[in-house]
């Protein structure tokens, strides 16, 4: 029996010749059945690649993601322990005011009667008439300074504290570096040894006495009237309140290293009106002032 085939003619343009080829059907069905198994390989390895690659897309986007979750939450949590400190303070402030005023955060009576005893203020309604005793007392003060007269002895023309003028007033470079931009010294630096007894320069009222954190630790602003305040900073302790009269050359504090300081000194400062003015104008007028030995203990 013959095998089946087809015939492939082929005719040269030129010479006019006619070729013909045999093709069995059997081959030419392997022939198509290889091509169509290889543009299903192709195409299979197409799609796999372009799953594969979509994969990527989609897990690059959510790590992203989970990094910015993660930072959110670590913000979170540093927002709660700020709230959880905050919470602490006022809770320690809380039982401040009440063992000062004899407020409880409970009812009074036995416990088996409870139910009828007499209420006293809640532990919101403490801290908020303790935020209103508070800013009563910023206002009274307030209203205290605003309404004093300035007696003989307000202006603060004395020396505050027995030392060398170290810093003076004005533009200087950073005193830890010392180079960089140059900075502007609002007062001047007295030298003194650690618990030098510090004096206030002129009669007033003390308007502040706290540690502070921008730099100057624990300081004194004593409001003298007529517009008038003197600061006492990077002291090592106080020795007066917020709202007490104090009395030219009276003791207020003592020398110190707190804040930020390289050694211990007196950081002296005059406000005339809110402005910064140069202390070494109202000191020199003082009977005790004594030119210092040098100039350069002295720059001014």
Not at 200 to 208: A, L, M, N, W, Y
Request: charged share 20%; hydrophobic share 40%.
């Amino acid at each position: 029996m013959k095998q089946e085939y087809f015939v492939l003619v082929l005719a040269h343009s030129l010479r006019g010749r006619l070729r013909r080829i045999h093709i069995p059907h059997k081959a030419l069905y392997i022939a198509v059945s290889l091509l169509l198994l290889c543009c299903l390989s192709v195409f299979g390895f197409v799609a796999s690649y372009a799953r594969m690659a979509w994969k990527v897309a989609n897990y690059n986007a959510l790590r992203t993601e989970a990094e910015g979750l993660k930072s959110r939450y670590q913000n979170l949590q540093k927002k709660v322990s700020e709230a959880d400190q905050q919470l602490a303070t006022l809770e320690i402030y809380a039982k401040e005011v009440s063992l000062a005023y004899g407020i409880k955060q409970r009812l009074e009576g036995p416990t088996d009667i409870s139910s009828e005893g007499a209420l006293v203020p809640s532990f919101p309604e403490s801290l908020q008439d303790y935020s209103f005793l508070r800013s009563a007392d910023q206002l009274s003060l307030k209203y205290r300074v605003a309404r004093r007269a300035p007696s003989a002895n307000a202006r603060p023309n004395a020396w505050p504290v027995a030392g060398r003028l170290m810093g003076g007033f004005g533009s200087r470079l950073d005193p830890f570096s010392g180079e960089g931009e140059r900075e502007f010294h609002k007062g001047v630096d007295i030298s003194a040894p650690t618990g030098t007894t510090v004096r206030v320069t002129g009669d007033g009222v003390v308007v502040q006495a706290q540690y502070t954190t921008g730099g100057y630790g624990r300081l004194i602003l004593v409001d003298h009237g007529g517009g008038f305040q003197t600061l006492y900073a990077h002291l090592s302790r106080m020795f007066v309140q917020v709202g007490q009269d104090v009395r030219r050359g009276e003791v207020i504090g003592a020398v110190g290293s707190s804040g930020r300081t390289t050694a211990p000194h007196l950081h002296y400062e005059v406000h005339v009106s809110g402005l910064a003015m140069n202390p070494y104008n109202y000191m020199r007028q003082s009977a005790a002032f004594q030119q210092p030995s040098s100039r350069k203990d002295f720059p001014f």
